[in-house]
């Protein structure tokens, strides 16, 4: 078997064994998710909470905006607290402070040690304690002790006030950059309460017949014995010397290969006589939407920040009221995979009828249509998701039409079924361009098919979210979200992205197809490889089984294996934007893709690493930390990648027109040192606390406003605006240079 095909081969077999492993996974999840009873009852029978409350309770928690305003189980925004956490050690502080009231008439504080110890075990064994019962007819129900329904009850009044508008806490609201009357009606704040209480109960609740809890004793409490596992443990050691090994296996296959000598460019640029098509050129207005969603998505940005240090307000504008933090978050997360994906959809358009040199029928209507449809997703959705926070919305609603509370798809049902007809769209157009190049025989043909089998996958992937129903259980629901952000976002995005940056770079004469080919093929083998199954490492603590963790801890490893020597791809970038003469005119673009590769090794990598392995996650999961990793993997290597893809595009479409270098010179500078400096001025150093806070108290106190805002955070937040003001200021630059290039275009036209 020849080496191409022994490639294709393995890539068969490794999407084969993933897909295996993941959906066998789900459905261990499926079978041993932390149940909903019939109804948590006192010992009388009396029900505290039934199942219609929590599901009806998690409906209210996604209205209001879901994982945009604190998180549960560790997922979710940063500034108000994690809410399984929060929940979790007011309700110990309350148990211990209503028994030590019971036997000794005191404040629990103010007992002796040997006492206080006393009553935290009395504490864990009540707390920890998995009483759940089982009716011959298969219902569930949970019987709590009255000491437990005494604490629950004065958690849930303070949480009444809090979501509420009651004066007393319009402080700690603040804090928590939470609008007054979050949640205006009572009825609602009570079923949220439910639901709130229900993901605290399944952290703390120990899995029958064993010794850890639904969520793997996540979060950590040693009050109430919420401890590392020994499989959290394990399992990171061996992710660690998976690393290392992963490491040395690449790094020989590197040095052992042969690098074959760059092909000797033409003395002309190959594609500067290539006219674009009438579908291409209407392509262009991809590129102009993306930009303008990105400069809104900057501005939010700032907007959200700012909440950090001054809840409700900007600058002393009462913002809050208009604009919720949970609303600026949403747009502004929302708005990053909106504007980075309708660049690749973009490029994707323009690169089909290149490789083919084929212009279907109807192909530049088609592109229109679409490029108005994604228009009418991304405006419908985001006023959908306002007036679902805003409250307008009954519950069925806005599960409709609103917000759906699950980070990066937090779009209401009807929206994302649209954008699901957008991508399907997308992918009939690409694939009437790309026939005639699909039948193509020789070197290049299984880089093509790469290239088309990811436009595939990014068509119907996004798909996977539909599988979240409205009263779906949390820890199916996160298992499901996150094969949209994972594998259709960083997965199959990125080896498109990968075929088509070798596919150009072939169309340039730049590289050998013999070793586009193998580069593209290996480096989607050894991507796949880790990245498919590696998806299991946003899940450790979901309420999902120990399999989980063994299997994330070892796959996610070996996804940042290929990013250690993303160097070299970085240096023959590098000198490629040197190849000939005419490759100026693609500098900028060759530069961006130099960005990705050190933001591929910087941010998904090192700081990727940071949060992967187990031990690690289960104390920092949550934190400024995967701020820090989300920004710099997703600006600095999505970002950056669908820059670079757009001007690679925007050349062909310019023909002969001179650009301005020296805005593109500027946006390229300042964007990646204004990313830079807001992860390494602000965002890692308060995720380092807060990791210190977790270690020293708990979770619960990395959350709390007496970290959030002390004054060392709240200063090293302000920090930020360095970075922020150069990041802004590479967007407006990147900005100009569009809309210089739509000047001259006017006046070629006029002329012409």
């Known amino acids: 078997m020849s080496k191409p095909k022994l490639t294709v081969f393995a890539l068969i077999t490794v999407l084969i064994a993933s897909f295996t492993v993941l959906l066998s996974i789900g459905s261990e999840i499926y079978r041993e998710k932390p149940p909903i009873p019939k109804a948590f009852t006192s010992s009388s029978g009396k029900i505290v909470f ?8 998690q409906l209210v928690w996604r209205s209001m905006g879901g994982h945009q305003l604190g998180s549960i189980w560790g997922h979710g925004a940063y500034v108000a607290p994690d809410w399984t956490a929060d929940w979790l050690h007011k309700e110990a502080q309350a148990w211990l402070d209503i028994t030590a009231d019971n036997r000794y008439q005191q404040r629990f504080q103010d007992l002796d040690n040997e006492t206080k110890a006393g009553l935290e075990q009395m504490l864990k064994e009540d707390m920890r304690h998995n009483s759940v019962i089982k009716t011959s007819n298969g219902d569930t129900f949970v019987r709590l002790s009255n000491t437990r329904i005494a604490a629950i009850n004065k958690v849930s009044e303070h949480y009444l006030s809090l979501f509420g508008n009651d004066p007393k806490l319009s402080s700690l609201r603040e804090q928590y950059a939470m609008k007054e009357g979050t949640v205006p009606d009572l009825k609602r704040r009570e079923q949220l309460n439910a639901f709130l209480f229900w993901g605290a ?6 899995r029958p017949d064993e010794t850890y809890t639904y969520t793997n004793n996540w979060p950590y409490d040693p009050q109430i014995g919420n401890l590392p596992t020994s499989d959290n443990i394990v399992w990171s050691i061996l992710s660690i010397v998976t690393l290392i090994a992963g490491i040395g296996a690449l790094a020989w296959h590197h040095a052992s290969g042969k690098h074959e000598p760059l092909p000797t460019p033409s003395k002309q640029d190959p594609l500067f006589f290539n006219k674009p098509t009438a579908s291409q050129k209407a392509v262009g207005k991809y590129f102009f939407t993306a930009i303008g969603l990105f400069l809104f998505q900057i501005l939010l940005g700032a907007i959200t920040a700012h909440y950090a240090v001054e809840g409700q307000n900007f600058y002393g504008f ?4 208009l604009l919720p933090y949970s609303i600026t978050r949403t747009w502004h997360t929302q708005l990053a995979v909106f504007w ?3 660049i690749w959809l973009g490029t994707g358009l323009y690169i089909a009828p290149a490789l083919s040199g084929h212009e279907p029928k109807f192909q530049r209507i088609g592109v229109n249509v679409l490029w108005v449809a994604l228009v009418i997703v991304v405006l419908g959705s985001m006023a959908g998701e306002w007036l ?11 599960f409709l039409f609103g917000h759906q509370g699950y980070e990066y798809i937090d779009l209401g049902r009807v929206w994302q079924v649209l954008l699901l007809g957008g991508l399907l769209i997308w992918l009939s157009l690409v694939t009437a361009a790309m026939r005639p190049a699909l039948k193509i025989t020789g070197e290049l043909r299984p880089v093509i098919w790469v290239l088309y089998a990811s436009c595939v996958a990014i068509g119907l992937f996004y798909g996977a979210g539909l599988f979240m129903g409205k009263h779906t259980n949390l820890a199916i629901a996160e298992y499901w979200r996150w094969w949209v952000v994972h594998l259709w976002v960083e997965g199959f995005f990125e080896t498109f992205a990968t075929s088509v940056i070798a596919l150009m770079l072939v169309r ?20 796949l490889t880790g990245g498919l199954i590696g998806t299991l490492h946003h899940i450790y603590f979901t309420g999902t089984p120990t399999s989980v963790i063994a299997w994330g801890a070892i796959f996610s490893a070996l996804e940042v294996v290929p990013l250690a020597i993303i160097g070299f791809e970085a240096v023959e970038s590098y000198r490629l934007r040197q190849a000939a003469p005419w490759m100026s005119r693609y500098k900028w673009a060759i530069m961006f893709f130099v960005a990705t590769a050190f933001w591929n090794l910087v941010g998904a990598g090192i700081l990727g690493f940071l949060v992967n392995p187990p031990i690690a996650l289960y104390f920092i999961q949550g934190l400024n930390t995967t701020a820090s990793h989300a920004h710099g993997a997703f600006m600095g290597v999505y970002g950056m990648l669908g820059i670079g893809l757009m001007l690679f595009c925007l050349r062909g479409l310019c023909g002969q027109m001179l650009w301005n270098e020296k805005l593109l010179k500027g946006a390229f500078w300042t964007l990646n040192i204004g990313l830079a400096a807001m992860i390494l001025m602000s965002l890692l150093p308060v995720g380092i606390i807060q990791f210190f806070a977790v270690v020293e108290h708990g979770y619960w106190f990395a959350r709390s406003p007496e970290v959030i805002h002390s004054p060392l955070v709240e200063q090293l937040v302000w920090m930020r605006i360095f970075g922020d003001v150069l990041f802004g200021l590479g967007g407006m630059l990147l900005g100009c240079f569009l809309f210089d290039i739509i000047q001259k275009a006017i006046s070629k036209a006029r002329l012409g």
């Open 50 to 57: 039934s199942q219609h409350n929590i599901e009806q309770g």
């Open 201 to 206: 109960w399944a952290a703390i609740t120990e």
């Open 318 to 321: 009462p913002l809050s009221e």
């Open 340 to 342: 980075i994906a309708t």
């Open 388 to 398: 679902g926070v805003q409250q307008y919305f009954d519950l069925d609603m806005n």
């Open 508 to 527: 340039l004469g730049l590289i050998r197809t013999r070793s586009a080919n193998a580069a593209v093929l290996f480096a989607t083998v050894i991507f």
